[in-house]
C-alpha cells in the first residue's frame, strides 16, 4: 500500500506528575498523581490526527524496544497509521518528556530524545523511496533538523508536496540548501529560525517575507494561536482568524493545523483552501482536554465547520 501522506518524525509521549513546587538540587520531594498522557510527540501526533482525519498515512521513525514505545503500536493500530518503517530500538530507550507541574500552573520539563536522535538517512531514503507516488511528507524538529530537512529535500525531488514544521524552535543554517514546499513555524520558530528577537511590534507580513527567501519554501504559513495564521504564497499573503469557541487545552494545536493541511492537499483542495480548513480543525481541537484525545474525526470537523458557517463565521 502506498500511503497518501508520509510523517518523518518523533515519538517522545509526556509523563506528569504533581507537585506543590520542583525540588532543589538535591533534594527528594513527594508528588501525586502520576499519569501518561496520550501524547506522542510531534510525528505521532501528526500521523494520527492525519489518519482520523481520513487519510491513508505512514509513519517513519525510531523508538525504543520497552514498554512506551511498543505502546505506540496499539495506538497507531486504533487509528490505522502504518508504521512499516518504525525501527524499535534495541540499544536507545524511546523519548519521552517528565513534567513536574504545581497547583498555580507552572510546570518544570524534562525531555529526552532517546532513540528520536538515531533515525538515520539510510532509513529515510528507504521509505521515501517506497513510498514515492505518496502526496505529501509531514516532518517536524523534534529529530535532528538535517535530518528533518533531509526529508523534505527527498520527498520534493520525488515529486512530493513536503510540509516542514519547525518545531520545537531550533537555528538553523543555510535552511535553502534544502528543498521544501510549505514551511509552517508559530512565531516564536519563525523568529527563531531568522535570528531575530519575538516582540508583540512584528510585522508579520515582512516576518513572511524574510523567512520565504531565506528557506526557499513556496510557502509559509506563520500559525499565530488564537488569532489564527498568515500565509504569504506567490500570489501575496491571506489570513485567518479562528472562530471564537472555549479553549480547553491548547496543546496540540499546531500539530492538529499541519496535519490538517496535509489531508486538506491530499483531498485536492488549493493550499488556501487546506489552510482554512486546517483553522477549523486546530480551532476544533483546543476546546477538549489532551493532544491525540482531542484529535477531530473526519465527521466531528466537518460538522463543526458547518455551525460555525451557519453561525455566519466568516474568514478575513
Request: proline residues 5%; negative net charge; charged residues 20%.
Amino acid at each position: 500500500m502506498i500511503p497518501e501522506i508520509v510523517v518523518v518524525g518523533s515519538h517522545a509521549p509526556a509523563l506528569f506528575i504533581d507537585v506543590e513546587r520542583p525540588p532543589i538540587e538535591g533534594e527528594v520531594i513527594q508528588g501525586t498523581n502520576f499519569r501518561e498522557s496520550k501524547d506522542g510527540g510531534k510525528g505521532s501526533n501528526q500521523a494520527i490526527a492525519a489518519a482520523r482525519l481520513g487519510s491513508s498515512v505512514s509513519f517513519v521513525g525510531r523508538v525504543g524496544n520497552d514498554q512506551i514505545g511498543k505502546s505506540l503500536l496499539d495506538w497507531f493500530d486504533s487509528d490505522f497509521v502504518d508504521y512499516q518503517y518504525l525501527i524499535l530500538d534495541e540499544s536507545h530507550s524511546t523519548g519521552a518528556g517528565f513534567n513536574l507541574q504545581t497547583k498555580n500552573g507552572d510546570c518544570a520539563l524534562v525531555t529526552c530524545m532517546g532513540a528520536n536522535e538515531y533515525i538515520t538517512k539510510e532509513q529515510i531514503k528507504n521509505a521515501l523511496i517506497d513510498f514515492g507516488k505518496a502526496k505529501v511528507l509531514l516532518t517536524q524538529f523534534e529529530i535532528p533538523p538535517e535530518l528533518a530537512l533531509y526529508a523534505s529535500h527527498l520527498a520534493v525531488s520525488l515529486g512530493m508536496i513536503s510540509i516542514v514544521n519547525p518545531a520545537p524552535a531550533t537555528p538553523v543554517e543555510s535552511l535553502q540548501q534544502f528543498k521544501m514546499t510549505i514551511l509552517i513555524p508559530n512565531i516564536i520558530e519563525a523568529t527563531t529560525l531568522l535570528g531575530v528577537p519575538s516582540s508583540k511590534s512584528l510585522d508579520y507580513q515582512a516576518l513572511c517575507e524574510t523567512l520565504r527567501k531565506r528557506s526557499g519554501a513556496e510557502v509559509v504559513i506563520i500559525t499565530l494561536g488564537k488569532d489564527g495564521f498568515i500565509g504569504l504564497d506567490w500570489d501575496g499573503y491571506w489570513e485567518m482568524t479562528p472562530p471564537v469557541v472555549e479553549i480547553m487545552d491548547a496543546s496540540g494545536a499546531g500539530d492538529t493545523f499541519c496535519a490538517a493541511l496535509g489531508v486538506g492537499i491530499v483531498d485536492g483542495l488549493t493550499i488556501r483552501e487546506a489552510s482554512r480548513w486546517a483553522g477549523f480543525a486546530a480551532a476544533f481541537s483546543v476546546t477538549r482536554q489532551g493532544t491525540i484525545p482531542a484529535f477531530p474525526t473526519r465527521y466531528e470537523l466537518e460538522d463543526f465547520i458547518r455551525r460555525q458557517e451557519e453561525n455566519n463565521y466568516a474568514t478575513h
